[in-house]
């Protein structure tokens, strides 16, 4: 990673202008999300389709892992992933080395789930990204990297 600029210095009402908007386009996404998720008609809630989206782009994830990355308690996480197995979307495998740590997987119904939800969202991103133009892609692109740390993926697509 490249050393920070020491001509970068952001006051206050900058940094909450930041917070502001990342704020409001959460929200923005959310309503996508919620659109999606009750045109499903499943009863599932955002918690269940961002499991969905993180086992589509980490397969084989486990409970305490996915508590990680969303913040959820492992309790929580594991509802969430016990919600998904019994309406058909998630499966649970033992792991090969222990057999009590078990991973989850999308079946073929939750890939679908999944990709219907976030279809709406990567038309959301698409026409932001083409407002902030190639280097304005990029740019969010780190700073969102930044943001994530230790969540990011360390091999691999990455964000």
Same mark, same amino acid.
């Given at each position: 990673?490249?050393?920070?600029?020491?001509?970068?210095?952001?006051?206050?009402?900058?940094?909450?202008?930041?917070?502001?908007?990342?704020?409001?386009?959460?929200?923005?996404?959310?309503?996508?999300?919620?659109?999606?998720?009750?045109?499903?008609?499943?009863?599932?809630?955002?918690?269940?389709?961002?499991?969905?989206?993180?086992?589509?782009?980490?397969?084989?994830?486990?409970?305490?892992?996915?508590?990680?990355?969303?913040?959820?308690?492992?309790?929580?996480?594991?509802?969430?992933?016990?919600?998904?197995?019994?309406?058909?979307? %998630? @499966?649970?495998?033992? $792991?090969? /080395?222990?057999?009590?740590? =078990? +991973?989850?997987? !999308?079946?073929?119904?939750?890939? #679908?789930?999944?990709?219907?939800? %976030? @279809?709406?969202?990567? $038309?959301? /991103?698409?026409?932001?990204? =083409? +407002?902030?133009? !190639?280097?304005?892609?990029?740019? #969010?692109?780190?700073?969102?990297? %930044?943001?994530?740390?230790?969540?990011?993926?360390?091999?691999?697509?990455?964000?």
């Amino acid at each position: 990673m490249a050393a920070a600029d020491p001509r970068l210095i952001l006051r206050d009402e900058e940094l909450d202008a930041g917070l502001e908007l990342m704020m409001l386009a959460e929200a923005a996404l959310w309503a996508g999300v919620d659109a999606g998720l009750q045109a499903e008609d499943l009863g599932l809630g955002r918690s269940h389709w961002r499991a969905a989206f993180l086992l589509k782009r980490r397969p084989g994830v486990g409970v305490q892992e996915l508590a990680h990355l969303t913040s959820l308690s492992k309790q929580a996480a594991s509802r969430i992933l016990s919600d998904l197995e019994a309406k058909g979307l %998630a @499966e649970k495998v033992s $792991g090969d /080395l222990d057999a009590r740590r =078990r +991973t989850a997987s !999308l079946t073929a119904a939750g890939q #679908a789930f999944e990709g219907r939800i %976030a @279809e709406r969202l990567r $038309g959301q /991103l698409a026409r932001s990204y =083409r +407002t902030g133009g !190639l280097d304005g892609v990029a740019g #969010a692109r780190r700073i969102l990297s %930044a943001l994530a740390g230790g969540r990011m993926k360390t091999s691999g697509g990455g964000a």
